[in-house]
């Protein structure tokens, strides 16, 4: 079940506070481990691009269980890394790994960053990895996360391409569906692909007051399993609502259906899918609006 809101958080971001504060953000957090693991090809390659250096402050946006925040604070080793997210399960462990690898520059809020007064021009670099995809107004988020840029500081995140191009989830929601067509969700509409569109990401970085905005693909494997049967364990968790509006018959074909398309992708070294993401880096312009010259 959903908790009760208990941050401010703008209206356009309450069905979202809802699910990562409920049962899809406990469900994250306990998985946190298998979900790094899934992603772990982007990870460095990610944390490469953003660059952090020595004396930097850092802003992880959507940190979720804070692997990126963590890793932020080791490489800003004389400077700090925040981690905000709307998930206080996420957070909880973003903490206690924290704490536990004895990472002590580093600290995590729930926050709405569309709308959350961060000290102005404090932050360096701001990052995310798959974080800032569900804002209910992404030119607001993105201005208020310029206005706690510094001029000329660095936004670097890492964004899913298309449905199309991303056959992890276009094989297992087919997988899931038993027959049932799938409707496309409504262009730009919060969720996993709301960032998918160069175009749009440029409308939308540059309304905000970024400049020099690059878009770099990369196509990696994701991992969902040791084997097909634990990956059928994660994608029900992941995906389980699926089944609710199913008969029986439907839900017997549905998870056929899954066990199916995950033995076809047992590699022996694991269940892999092919993924496909940008990873976007732009710099804070000198004119933001309430952000300052």
């Keep these: 079940m959903n908790e009760p ?13 809802k699910a990562w504060g409920g049962n899809e953000g406990a469900y994250w957090a306990v998985n946190a481990e298998h979900i790094d693991r899934a992603v772990e090809r982007y990870h460095g390659p990610f944390m490469a691009v953003a660059g952090i250096s020595a004396h930097d402050h850092v802003l992880d946006i959507g940190c979720g269980t804070g692997q990126t925040t963590r890793d932020a604070a080791r490489a800003a080793s004389s400077g700090s890394a925040l981690g905000v997210d709307l ?10 790994a924290a704490a536990r690898e004895g ?16 000290t102005a021009e404090a932050y360096d670099v701001a990052i995310s990895r798959s974080g800032a995809m569900f804002f ?4 607001a988020a993105f201005t208020n996360i310029a206005r706690a840029l510094r001029p000329g ?6 964004t899913w391409q298309g449905f199309g191009d991303n056959e992890w989830l276009r094989e297992l929601m087919t997988a899931m569906a038993a027959g049932r067509d799938l409707p ?7 969720g996993p692909f709301s960032l998918a569109d160069p175009d749009r990401i440029r409308a939308i970085l540059g309304a905000a007051g970024f400049v020099d905005i690059q878009l770099e ?6 991992w969902f399993g040791k084997d097909a049967d634990d990956a059928q364990r994660f994608v029900l968790g992941l995906l389980g609502w699926m089944l609710e509006d199913l008969d029986d018959d439907g839900k017997r074909r549905a998870l056929d259906n899954l066990a199916a398309t995950l033995t076809a992708h047992d590699t022996g070294d694991g269940v892999l899918y092919g993924s496909a993401a940008w990873t976007i880096q732009a710099t804070r312009g000198k004119h933001v609006r309430g952000g300052g010259s």
Excluded: C, W
Excluded at 87 to 96: C, H, I, K, T, V
Excluded at 136 to 139: K, R, S, Y
Excluded at 217 to 222: G, I, N, T, W
């Design 103 to 118: 990472v002590r520059n580093v600290r995590f809020e729930q926050a709405d960053a569309q709308i959350h007064p961060f």
């Design 184 to 190: 496309a969700p409504p262009p730009g509409a919060p």
């Design 5 to 17: 809101i208990a941050i401010k958080v703008d209206p356009a971001n309450t069905d979202q506070a």
């Design 153 to 158: 500081g660095r936004l670097v995140l890492s």
């Design 217 to 222: 693909p990369h196509r990696e494997p994701m």
């Design 87 to 96: 998930s206080p399960a996420m957070l909880d462990y973003a903490r206690q």
């Design 136 to 139: 209910g107004d992404p030119v």
